[in-house]
Structure formats: C-alpha cells, structure tokens
C-alpha cells in the first residue's frame, strides 16, 4: 500500500516568517499535487508536479518534485495570514488513477 | 465554467436510515472519483467511474455503500443503513481522463463535499 507521509501535522507562525512543509513516500509517483482546502470546502488545486526535481514557482509558493518522484515539498516565503489553512498533498501511483493524500498540514499565520 | 458541483451540502439523518448524495461533474470530464474525509485526516479515495463504467472500489465501500452514474454524466453515491462511523465529509472530484494528455489525467478538480452528520 502505497503510503504519502506528510510533516508538520501542525505549523503556527508569525507573518513573514518563511516554513516548508513536506511530503514524503518510499513509491514512487506518476504525479503529485498540493492542494489547499479551507474549512467546511473542497481541496482547491494549487500546482501539479510531474517531472522529477521539478521546480514550480506560485507567487509566494515553491514547490519541488524530489528526482526520484518520491518527495514532494512546499516552502511559503513571508507568510501572510491569507495563507491559514489545510494544505494536503497527493500523489497518482499511475496516471489518472485515483489519488492518495498525505493527513494535511493545518497552517495558522498570525498578524 | 461551473466546476463540480454536490448536493446536498449537508446531511443530518439518524442511524439506520438511507442517504443519497449527486454530484455534478465538470461537464467535458470523463472521469469522476468519489472520497471520503474525517476531521484530521485527508481525503481517502472511495471509487471512481470512466464515463459510466465503475473501474476500482476501495476497500473502504461496504456492502452499504453503492455509487452509479448511469449515462456518465452526474453520478449518486448511497449509503444504506447509516452508522455513526459514516460521518464524514464525500467529496466528489473530476478529471479529463483518458480524453487528455498525461498531465492533464491526474488534474483532479473537487466539489465543496457533502457533509453527513449521523446522529
């Protein structure tokens, strides 16, 4: 069973400190996405990743795709406090196949 | 763009009753995945559907639990005989499929869930 451990369970920080959360697997992945999701909504798609050590930039968010298409990781730069919530990453085993969640990072960025 | 959509968003019922949820999916997606998600975990995947053929069941879906989508548009997920431990958040996703490239197969897009509260 193929498994995405997913760390810190829980970040509490200030605004504009930087964090990075990680997502790691011992199998191998077709893709892997990070999603955020606010209380009581769905997972809101953020970035796809598919090519190993891919590196993908969103305004504040940087994500990585580890070369061996295991690991995955998150860094915010200057947190805000827009940033609060779940972020979840998920990986496909093979393309199109259902997807497998990491438990989520609760993040809270406070003024 | 309408993005998928679930109905209802919430749901109270008492155990042993029956309950249906519908969801909508992006209208060009040939494919439709079912989840299940309780507070403090992530979504764990439940089934999912290419148009209307039903290709993998988790081994999370007892016996009670029965999904359809009959002519591979909107699709319903049942749950017979509620228990306590169904309480949890079915969120519905959506993808291109088999109709797209590699990358755009695995873009899942997720409906804002169905909560049931079993009581």
């Known amino acids: 069973t193929q498994l995405l451990e997913q760390s810190p369970q829980f970040l509490s920080i200030q605004e504009g400190e930087n964090l990075t959360v990680y997502c790691n697997s011992s199998?191998?992945?077709?893709?892997l996405q990070w999603y955020r999701q606010e209380p009581g909504e769905g997972p809101v798609l953020l970035v796809t990743?598919?090519?190993?050590?891919e590196v993908k930039k969103l305004k504040r968010l940087t994500f990585q795709f580890g070369d061996a298409r295991k690991d995955s990781s998150l860094h915010i730069t200057a947190a805000q406090t827009g940033d609060t919530g779940l972020y979840l990453c998920?990986?496909?085993?093979?393309?199109?196949?259902?997807?497998?969640f990491g438990k989520g990072t609760t993040l809270s960025v406070s003024s | 763009d309408t993005g998928v959509s679930q109905n209802p968003r919430h749901k109270i019922t008492k155990r042993g009753q029956n309950v249906t949820f519908r969801c909508d999916p992006i209208?060009?997606?040939?494919?439709l995945y079912w989840y299940r998600q309780t507070l403090g975990q992530g979504p764990e995947f439940l089934t999912y559907f290419q148009n209307e053929a039903q290709l993998e069941k988790s081994r999370l879906l007892s016996d009670r639990f029965s999904a359809e989508r009959p002519k591979g548009s909107f699709s319903t997920l049942e749950i017979q005989r509620t228990e306590q431990g169904d309480s949890a958040m079915y969120l519905c996703a959506s993808s291109l499929g088999s109709s797209g490239g590699q990358l755009l197969k695995n873009i899942q897009y997720f409906g804002a869930g169905t909560r049931l509260s079993v009581l």
């Open positions: 998920a990986g496909a085993p093979q393309a199109g196949t259902a997807l497998i």
């Open positions: 990743v598919v090519t190993g050590g």
């Open positions: 209208s060009e997606h040939n494919r």
């Open positions: 199998s191998v992945f077709s893709s």
